[in-house]
């Protein structure tokens, strides 16, 4: 089904090397177009996620991301955010820069750093390209019984075929399942470089997950998966171990687009 691959199974690291080396499928090009279908299908009421009608809110989470997303080394994606209107206590990542938070999470957020790191975690997803290895992998494709011409991507025709509506069908699906309990720890490890670089607590990478220990109990974890893998504090045990190696700064003050975005 993909070209250059053989048998079933999910791809793995090393054979997303060889298709970026091999050049024979344009990874990047297939995620910022379905990246970009995404967020205009989002625009024209096409997709379960629903945008937060009030501007402001809008703009004020993307102000507190912007200095998340500098911190990713993929500097030619169009980063942005969007605030959902929903009420679960969840953010997700369709990839190619996009990052969407639901506003039931915020309201759980007691203090910037914590939605920062929520923020920072999605980054962790973009930033490994979690999302289109999901996609790329073969058992995704068979669960949702999709067949996809890869043939036909590779040649740039992918905005005007009829598999890119197909391929969506997946991507909204996935977004709301679970990623590997490996790429949740490699977000999660994003969340601390994120905050060494742009001056949040490390000390504080954590709290979030403690809130949502209370919330839910100390095995389930909402953030981008419902899923049953990483439990809470394991991936708490993870964050703290990893940022006990580094000093932590003292706490800044939340910002204004913090108290607006808590305020709605
Ligand atoms: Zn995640």
């Given at each position: 089904?993909?070209?250059?691959?053989?048998?079933?199974?999910?791809?793995?690291?090393?054979?997303?090397?060889?298709?970026?080396?091999?050049?024979?499928?344009?990874?990047?090009?297939?995620?910022?177009?379905i990246c970009?279908k995404f967020?205009?299908n989002?625009?024209?009421?096409?997709s379960?996620?629903?945008?937060?009608?009030?501007?402001?809110?809008?703009?004020?989470?993307?102000?507190?991301?912007?200095?998340?997303?500098?911190?990713?080394?993929?500097?030619?994606?169009?980063?942005?955010?969007?605030?959902?209107?929903?009420?679960?206590?969840?953010?997700?990542?369709p990839g190619g820069?996009?990052?969407?938070?639901?506003?039931?999470?915020?309201?759980?957020?007691?203090?910037?750093?914590?939605?920062?790191?929520?923020?920072?975690?999605?980054?962790?997803?973009?930033?490994?390209?979690?999302a289109i290895?999901r996609l790329?992998?073969?058992?995704?494709?068979?669960?949702?019984?999709?067949?996809?011409?890869?043939?036909?991507?590779?040649?740039?025709?992918?905005?005007?075929?009829?598999?890119i509506?197909k391929v969506l069908q997946v991507v909204e699906e996935i977004l709301?399942?679970?990623?590997?309990?490996?790429?949740?720890?490699?977000?999660?490890?994003?969340?601390?470089?994120?905050?060494?670089?742009?001056?949040?607590?490390?000390?504080?990478?954590?709290?979030?997950?403690?809130?949502?220990?209370?919330?839910?109990?100390?095995?389930?974890?909402?953030?981008?998966?419902?899923?049953?893998?990483?439990?809470?504090?394991?991936?708490?045990?993870?964050?703290?171990?990893?940022?006990?190696?580094?000093?932590?700064?003292?706490?800044?003050?939340?910002?204004?687009?913090?108290?607006?975005?808590?305020?709605?």
């Open positions: 089904m993909i070209p250059g691959l053989s048998g079933a199974g999910s791809l793995t690291p090393e054979d997303l090397q060889d298709l970026r080396v091999g050049a024979r499928l344009d990874v990047a090009l297939m995620e910022r177009i970009e967020h205009l989002i625009q024209t009421g096409d379960e996620v629903k945008p937060h009608a009030d501007a402001r809110a809008q703009q004020a989470l993307s102000q507190i991301a912007n200095p998340l997303f500098g911190v990713s080394t993929r500097k030619n994606l169009t980063w942005r955010t969007l605030l959902s209107d929903s009420e679960e206590i969840n953010a997700c990542t820069g996009f990052v969407i938070l639901h506003q039931g999470l915020i309201r759980q957020c007691a203090r910037e750093a914590e939605l920062a790191s929520v923020i920072a975690h999605e980054v962790g997803h973009i930033e490994h390209r979690h290895r790329l992998s073969e058992a995704v494709l068979k669960e949702f019984e999709i067949e996809v011409d890869f043939d036909e991507i590779q040649q740039k025709r992918l905005n005007d075929s009829r598999h509506e709301f399942t679970s990623f590997t309990r490996l790429w949740e720890h490699e977000a999660d490890a994003f969340i601390i470089r994120s905050f060494l670089r742009t001056g949040y607590p490390v000390s504080q990478a954590s709290h979030f997950f403690h809130t949502l220990s209370r919330l839910f109990g100390p095995q389930k974890s909402g953030i981008c998966l419902y899923g049953s893998h990483p439990d809470n504090l394991d991936r708490i045990r993870r964050i703290e171990s990893l940022a006990s190696t580094y000093q932590s700064v003292p706490n800044k003050p939340d910002s204004d687009a913090f108290t607006y975005l808590r305020s709605i």
